[in-house]
């Protein structure tokens, strides 16, 4: 069974579940050879009140990186205030935390994105009592996937995002300049076809996954609106914004059909395309391959009444409402990722490659302080959106990406198929709002 990573959620399929598509393979950044991580408690931090110890299961999903399944291993041990059991999850984690809610006290502590679901029946606990002090140090659009109706309900442990990886020297070939516009991409995306290679790759799905929300926020909208009340992308120019990647499919510039899909670098650094739609997490292998031949954008404007965008999202640690040990689970939760800094950075930089959740250890993280992965770090700060949110249901996923797919794969009419993803995501707001 091949392992997760942390960044599945960062696709439209994978939005409505946590990280229901198994896409991303592991960044594979560690060393095995490193010493442990380390443990120290960070300076500041509180120390858990002296109540006899309990045992506490925390749950992860099995992590593609080498070295996190030993350093979440080492954190609960140095844990002074209970004695925490780590569980690793190969497999469908996903349908294992659902049915754990439903039925289970276990596990005590665990990772995910919350859903307005879990809220509504209960099944977690609001942390904003241990987020408060700290909660502005967090990306507000990263907080955003763990806050439901105004309570935060977890705790985000690290930050991943996507950007545009582009190839200099191809570019400077054809005489294209790196695209600032949606047009200027499908442009630029035809020049570089040629020879053997593909333009652009965002997916062997034509895009359908990894492009819709950015082609919304090119346009200026979202998924929702108005406090996640309305549907946001009830306006014109959604059907004008998706009708651009039927251009795409249409016109032969996109790679299809690759070995690996959009989550490996592969296609990138083997030059079978010339633009590559792809995560943070890749930088290490694409700078091994490429040297400084290479460079990132965010994905591009509609036009100037629209905005380059990122997307963001990020695994947070939860509380199990039905645990025996709720006040110790929330204990352990604030030890780990609020007052240890330090072991927050590591994970986030070390095993991996990806963005701190807080913005006041970005800076620390000598990893992003210079070249493409500090042009990233711009992007996230600066252009960054969450990915659907707690309220977009998996059956307003599954209508967006159906009609997105009908749009860009077979040239269905993008106005009627717009509107027809926004009626079902009506629904689905007046259900949970009325």
Request: with cysteine.
């Amino acid at each position: 069974m091949q392992q997760r990573s942390r960044r599945s959620f960062l696709s439209l399929a994978g939005t409505a579940t946590v990280g229901a598509v198994a896409a991303a393979c592991g960044s594979n950044t560690g060393r095995p050879g490193d010493p442990p991580p380390s443990t120290a408690m960070s300076a500041g931090a509180s120390t858990p009140s002296q109540a006899p110890k309990v045992t506490l299961q925390q749950w992860y999903h099995a992590y593609g990186e080498d070295g996190v399944q030993q350093a979440v291993k080492n954190y609960a041990a140095s844990y002074p205030g209970a004695k925490v059991n780590v569980v690793w999850n190969p497999g469908d984690y996903d349908s294992k935390i659902v049915t754990a809610l439903q039925n289970s006290p276990v596990p005590d502590v665990f990772e995910a994105q919350v859903k307005i679901d879990w809220v509504r029946q209960n099944q977690v606990v609001a942390l904003d009592d241990i987020i408060g002090p700290v909660k502005n140090d967090f990306s507000p659009a990263v907080l955003a996937a763990q806050t439901v109706e105004g309570k935060v309900y977890g705790i985000p442990q690290a930050t991943d995002t996507q950007v545009l990886f582009y190839r200099k020297s191809m570019l400077q070939a054809a005489g294209v300049q790196p695209p600032q516009t949606v047009d200027e991409l499908i442009d630029a995306a035809s020049k570089l076809s040629k020879d053997g290679v593909k333009g652009f790759f965002a997916g062997n799905d034509g895009g359908v996954g990894t492009l819709t929300g950015p082609l919304m926020w090119s346009a200026g909208l979202d998924y929702l609106k108005n406090n996640n009340r309305e549907v946001g992308f009830d306006d014109p120019r959604a059907a004008a914004a998706f009708s651009k990647l039927h251009t795409l499919n249409a016109n032969g510039s996109l790679l299809l059909g690759a070995p690996a899909d959009w989550s490996d670098p592969g296609a990138f650094v083997d030059g079978l395309c010339a633009m590559q739609w792809t995560g943070l997490w890749n930088v290490p292998k694409i700078r091994d391959a490429l040297n400084d031949d290479f460079g990132v954008l965010p994905f591009p404007k509609l036009d100037d009444s629209g905005k380059p965008s990122v997307p963001v999202g990020a695994y947070g640690a939860m509380v199990n409402a039905k645990s025996a040990h709720v006040n110790e689970a929330k204990a352990f939760v604030k030890w780990l990722w609020i007052d240890q800094t330090d072991s927050q950075l590591e994970f986030a930089t070390r095993y991996g490659f990806h963005v701190p959740a807080r913005q006041s250890l970005i800076d620390k993280a000598q990893t992003l302080q210079s070249g493409p992965a500090a042009d990233v770090v711009k992007f996230v700060k600066e252009n960054s959106h969450l990915i659907g949110g707690p309220v977009w249901t998996q059956t307003s996923n599954t209508a967006l990406s159906d009609a997105v797919a009908k749009i860009a794969k077979e040239g269905a009419d993008p106005v009627a198929q717009t509107k027809a993803a926004v009626t079902v995501a009506q629904a689905e707001l007046k259900r949970l709002f009325g």
